[in-house]
């Protein structure tokens, strides 16, 4: 089946770092999506793109979808404790809404 | 506007017991998605209901079987429960709209399984 290879698996940074994790796939999508995961919750939709190429931000995160459509990257500027928690690609190829396959997820860590 | 709920939060079931796990989208939502996280798979998807007919199906064996209700809350079943089957278990709900357009899906809290 499809897989999406999301790096790094984790990151333990200091406060104030930028981030960087990124997913790549096999296979063509024609959506990325980033979620961010905290302990008990579910995932939370931070940034959706729809075309290949875009460039996105939300705040301090930028998510980019990639020129061959076949991989995603993420960007956390200067982070902060709250910024801790899982994050999660997704990668939809179809026109159906269940279809997401999701990475392993990008564990980050930050010291204060 | 109150966000995706899902009953129970937390399970303990023993094996060959078998589960009903309920979900209620946000209002207006009439696509609701399951999905299966565990540490070892990640996030897997189950099925997709909308309109009260399954419209998509993952790669799960038929112990694994869900139903929508006219007012969009859907219920998952898991049948036979192996200890295979101890995951988080998350629902999420979109507008449903039939669109090439991924449409945000937004996930509920998730119901913690565990099979002893």
């Known amino acids: 089946g499809q897989q999406l290879n999301q790096s790094p698996q984790s990151m333990f940074i200091q406060e104030g770092e930028d981030v960087s994790m990124n997913c790549t796939s096999s296979?063509?999508?024609?959506?990325w999506l980033w979620y961010k995961q905290d302990p008990g919750e579910g995932p939370v939709l931070l940034i959706a793109?729809?075309?290949?190429?875009e460039l996105t931000s939300n705040g301090r995160l930028t998510a980019q979808f990639g020129i061959t459509r076949k991989d995603s990257f993420l960007n956390i500027s200067a982070s902060i404790p709250s910024d801790v928690g899982i994050y999660f690609c997704?990668?939809?190829?179809?026109?159906?809404?269940?279809?997401?396959?999701f990475g392993k997820g990008t564990k980050l860590s930050v010291k204060p | 506007k109150a966000g995706v709920t899902q009953t129970p939060r937390y399970l303990i079931k023993t094996r060959g017991q078998q589960v009903t796990l309920s979900c209620s989208p946000i209002s207006g939502h009439r696509s609701v998605s399951w999905y299966q996280q565990t540490p070892g798979q990640g996030l897997q998807f189950l099925f997709e209901?909308?309109?009260?007919?399954?419209?998509n199906k993952g790669n799960f064996p038929g112990r694994f079987s869900g139903r929508q209700f006219s007012n969009s809350r859907s219920e998952m079943n898991v049948s036979t429960l192996e200890l295979g089957d101890s995951a988080l278990y998350l629902c999420?709900?979109?507008?449903?709209?039939?669109?090439?357009?991924?449409?945000?899906?937004?996930f509920g809290p998730g119901t913690r399984l565990l099979v002893l």
């Open positions: 296979s063509i999508f024609n959506t």
């Open positions: 997704a990668g939809q190829y179809g026109g159906s809404q269940g279809n997401l396959i």
């Open positions: 793109l729809y075309k290949a190429g």
């Open positions: 209901y909308f309109s009260e007919t399954q419209r």
């Open positions: 999420a709900s979109s507008l449903g709209s039939a669109t090439w357009r991924q449409e945000t899906q937004y």
